[in-house]
């Protein structure tokens, strides 16, 4: 079982940062790939970026080059640094674990955060 808190969310202005956090529990975090997904208003829930155990990283089209994803294993805790943020970002952000490496569909992610909202105005 893995239990999974995000943080960091907030308001920012376009063209704004923001850096989300996701604090997992238990002694297997290197073992799970992570992802983060995001539900905008009104949309269902979609891939953003994910990352392997090892490192290995992948990103949705939209936020290549302005998102990064990382992990530090030793810290249980998985990072998304958003820079040049668009309102179109505006969203809950939640945090997945995998046992499988190298997925973008939600059903291949078995636990998840409870989300926090990032609101970009405009």
């Known amino acids: 079982q893995v239990q999974l808190v995000e943080s960091g969310g907030g308001l920012v202005q376009a063209g704004g940062s923001l850096r989300l956090s996701c604090a997992a529990s238990g002694r297997t975090f290197s073992t799970y790939a992570m992802g983060w997904f995001r539900q905008a208003p009104g949309k269902e829930r979609a891939f953003v970026t994910m990352?392997?155990?090892?490192?290995?990283?992948s990103y949705e089209d939209s936020v290549k080059g302005r998102f990064t994803i990382s992990r530090d294993n030793a810290k249980n805790t998985m990072y998304l640094q958003m820079n040049s943020l668009k309102p179109e970002d505006t969203a809950v952000y939640y945090c997945?674990?995998?046992?499988?490496?190298?997925?973008?569909?939600?059903?291949?992610?078995?636990?998840w955060g409870r989300g926090t909202q990032v609101t970009v105005s405009s």
């Open positions: 997945a674990a995998s046992r499988f490496s190298g997925r973008t569909l939600e059903y291949d992610y078995a636990y």
């Open positions: 990352i392997t155990g090892s490192g290995s990283v």
